[in-house]
């Protein structure tokens, strides 16, 4: 899955950012850097950087519901450890956690590029298993999600 993929997948599951000032906006497409938004009053179009996209919880929320991934569904548990040692968990969600591996991602170098050719093509409609655990810089979630196109 290419980046404009997944950003197109999130907006026909229901992704959707309004103008600065909260008019109503349509998706107009997006590239590896940028989407493009038209508003619905006057049809201009304005850029969001991808960056600003990725950021945004609703995003990764209605991608995961585009992909077949309910709201509901548990898909690992977060645990934030402080200095002292004492650790809190918290159960999450399909978009919860694939967000905080993207930013693992990107912690180790790794372009958001990359992050997504590791989700099934739209195209194929293949299942990919992922085992993941990630204790580095205090973040540990563990799971085994399936993705599906």
Do not use: C
Request: aromatic content about 10%; overall charge negative.
């Amino acid at each position: 899955m290419t980046i404009e993929d997944a950003i197109t997948k999130a907006t026909e599951a229901g992704y959707h950012i309004h103008g600065s000032d909260g008019v109503e906006t349509s998706y107009s497409g997006a590239s590896s850097d940028y989407s493009a938004w038209t508003r619905k009053d006057n049809a201009s179009s304005f850029m969001v950087a991808v960056q600003e996209t990725f950021l945004d919880p609703a995003f990764w929320s209605a991608l995961g519901r585009a992909l077949g991934h309910g709201e509901a569904t548990e898909h690992g548990t977060l645990r934030l450890y402080a200095p002292t040692g004492a650790a809190l968990a918290k159960k999450i969600g399909w978009g919860e956690y694939t967000m905080v591996r993207f930013v693992d991602h990107l912690v180790t170098g790794k372009t958001p590029a990359s992050f997504f050719k590791s989700f099934p093509s739209p195209q194929n409609g293949s299942t990919q298993r992922m085992n993941t655990v990630h204790e580095d810089r205090g973040v540990d979630t563990q799971t085994d999600t399936s993705l599906s196109g």
